[in-house]
Every structure is written in structure tokens, then in C-alpha cells.
């Protein structure tokens, strides 16, 4: 199922206008990296990430009970020149989840 969800939502980012980098998951979240498309707002592309792949999920019957995202996400901006290191993070991310839950990371971030 994970692998179906983060190409339906590649997909669903090229075709606003956000070329993706890499897409990963763990159990409680995702991360993605990809460039915004100077058309879009961050707000607009997550909405439709967000409502496109409940739909999908739930239309394909991929759990077994109704699914819905959280309220609310995080986005950070990045520049090109750490994009490189973010990419690695995320597609290390369940060793780095190993040492550190999601919740520790998040706080560590917020500081």
C-alpha cells in the first residue's frame, strides 16, 4: 500500500507543477521533497495532496477503515544547497526514527 500512496501523490505533485524528489513514509507520516511551483501556494498543494490521496486510499479500499490525514502539516523551506542532505534524510528516515521518534524530531525542529 505505502508504495501505491507515494507514487499516486508523485503523480498528483508533477501534475501541479511541483517536480518531486523523493517521497517516504513511516507508519504516522510522510515526508516529501519537491519544488513548489511558482503557481501554487503551499497551502493549495497540500489541500489537494491531502483530499486527492484520502480519495484514493479510501476509493481503493487500501485499509480497512475510513482514512483521513490529520489536521494541519508542516512545510519547510530549503535551499538548494542543503536540498542533497534533506534528500538523504528522507530516504534514511526509518534508521534516523530508530534513534529518535517523530514526535522528538519534530519539537527539535520547532526550536
Known sequence: MEKKVHTFIAEQLRELGCPVRIIKG??????????????????????????????YINHNNL???????????????????VA???????KNQKAHHQKKSFQEEYEAFKK
Do not use: N, R
Not at 483521513?68 to 512545510?75: E, F, M, N, P
Not at 542533497?84 to 528522507?90: D, G, Q, T
Open 26 to 55: 513511516m507508519p504516522d507520516h510522510v515526508h516529501c521533497l519537491f519544488l513548489l511551483s511558482p503557481q501554487k501556494s503551499i497551502a493549495e498543494v497540500i489541500k489537494q495532496i491531502k483530499g486527492s490521496s484520502s480519495y
Open 63 to 81: 485499509i480497512d477503515l475510513k482514512f483521513a490525514w490529520q489536521t494541519g502539516y508542516a512545510a519547510y523551506s530549503v535551499s538548494e544547497s
Open 84 to 90: 542533497e542532505k534533506v534528500f538523504h534524510y528522507i
